[in-house]
């Protein structure tokens, strides 16, 4: 790991691409504008972003399309697109100084968070999926004797992934992975907030052979070159990871045009249990406090309601509160740093915003809040006494707030970890082994950890139940939502 000097050196020689990526080059959005992206952690001007709209979009399914029909990727044989993955994860492991610089000079996370986790887990997940793809098989049905039946799949054809802010690279490759692989084109539409290893990426993909128009990336503007995408009639499949607000929009944009597939990664409240049985309360909590506080509580599965068994919530609340301190804000440039900026100003007034309303409530605030100096950063927050029916129990803030919750019976913790909109993750730390199976299978959570946080790797699928989302990420369950599924009978001559 490079020290805080030789980051910042580095940061004077990057020459950052502000450009979409569209038919193998870099290329203006059609009318020549852009937006700035800022660096949160000083409100400095990184670079100049194309503006793309509804006519770069067309552009770009266009080329896509043609790509698709002419069969240059999705013909070739699945032997040769994993080569070519392989080759694209290999380059991002090899540009991971640049990819992690631009990710933490863009979005504020730790510099050692990008280089050490988000830009390797791209590239790990670019070629797991390259890995997967001459090694799936399609199936024959159980028919009558004089048929024959093949289920096979086929990939679906122009798919748009629209990503986050909040792990920019890595969540777009747990989609460009799959997507890729199964064949089809694929455009990624970045946040504005992170455009930058994206774009950075497009140029990786044409140094690896990936054809030109097969890969394509366009940076836009809040709603205006996604919701593009999702009304494009030639789109046939959205993926998107972000709000839930923006989750419905999509799916009213899919309905209102051609009925393309819209796979959601949406919002989440999780819940993180904690029963008195459990015997190192001392690391329980120090995961509480990883769980909320990691990538400045920026995480869709992070551990925002603690629930605590009243028998030992004083001292547990005291041990989260000492292991909160590891993520004391620092400049995100510095090897130390566990906690960066948050993303925005604008995010950080919401999230103190949030804080305010949750005293004003009834709640106790018991540590953090704002930090000063330049930049977007916010100290963690640790608020007692919260309710679950509060606006900050029920809300999801997306910055370092952690509401402890007590409860007195298992059923009252199910009830009140069930008790949300969201069912992203849900984790329970106790000795009891019956109690650990009971409980994990009443939680209404796609994920569910048992004395653990976050455990995760790219073997298994990842997504909500309720309004989190729909469909998954990750494993080969990911592959099947970017394929058609095909029926072939075939009626032999009776022998
Ligand atoms: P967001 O919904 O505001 O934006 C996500 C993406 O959608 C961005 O690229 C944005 O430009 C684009 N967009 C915005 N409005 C659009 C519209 N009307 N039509 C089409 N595209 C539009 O989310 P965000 O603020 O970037 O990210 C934070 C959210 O992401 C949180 O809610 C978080 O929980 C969620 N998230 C979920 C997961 C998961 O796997 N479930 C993972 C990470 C983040």
Known sequence: MHTQQQWQALKQELAIEGRAFINGQYQSANDGTTFATINPANDEVLAQIARCQGIDADRAVEVARARFDQGVWSQMAPSQRK????????????????LALLETLDSGKPIRHSASTDIPGAAQAL??????????????????????????????????????????LWLACWKLGPALAAGNSVILKPSENTPLSALYLGQLAHQAGIPAGVFQVLPGYGHEVGEALARHPDVDCITFTGSTRVARQLMVCAGESNLKRVWNEAGGKNANIVFADHPNLEGAAEEAAAGCFYNQGEVCVAATRLLVHESIHDRFVAMVEAAAQRFTPRDPLDP????????????KAKVL?????????????????????????????????VDNAMAVAREEIFGPVLCVIPFSSEAEAVAIANDSPYG?????????????????????????????YNEGDMTVPF??????????????HAIEKFMEIKTTWLRLESY
């Open 127 to 168: 070629r797991w999926y390259a890995e997967a793809v001459d090694k799936t098989y399609g199936e024959v049905a159980p028919t009558e004797r004089d048929v024959v039946a093949t289920i096979t799949h086929e990939a679906i054809g122009v798919v748009a992934a629209i990503v986050p802010w909040n792990f920019p």
């Open 353 to 385: 915003d949030y804080v305010k309303q949750g005293v004003a409530a009834g709640a106790n605030l018991r540590c953090g809040g704002d930090h000063p100096g330049p930049g977007a950063f916010v100290a963690p927050v640790i608020l007692t006494g």
């Open 463 to 476: 997504g909500g139940y309720k309004q989190s989302g729909n469909g998954r990420d990750k494993s080969l």
């Open 83 to 98: 080569v070519l993955m392989l080759r694209l994860a290999d380059l991002v492991e090899e540009h991971i100084d640049t």
């Open 424 to 452: 992203l993750g849900a984790a329970l730390w106790t000795s009891d082994l019956n109690r650990a199976h009971r409980v994990a299978r009443q939680l209404r959570a796609g994920s569910v950890w048992i004395n653990n």
């Open 336 to 347: 130390e740093s566990a906690m960066g900026a948050l993303i925005d100003q604008e995010h």
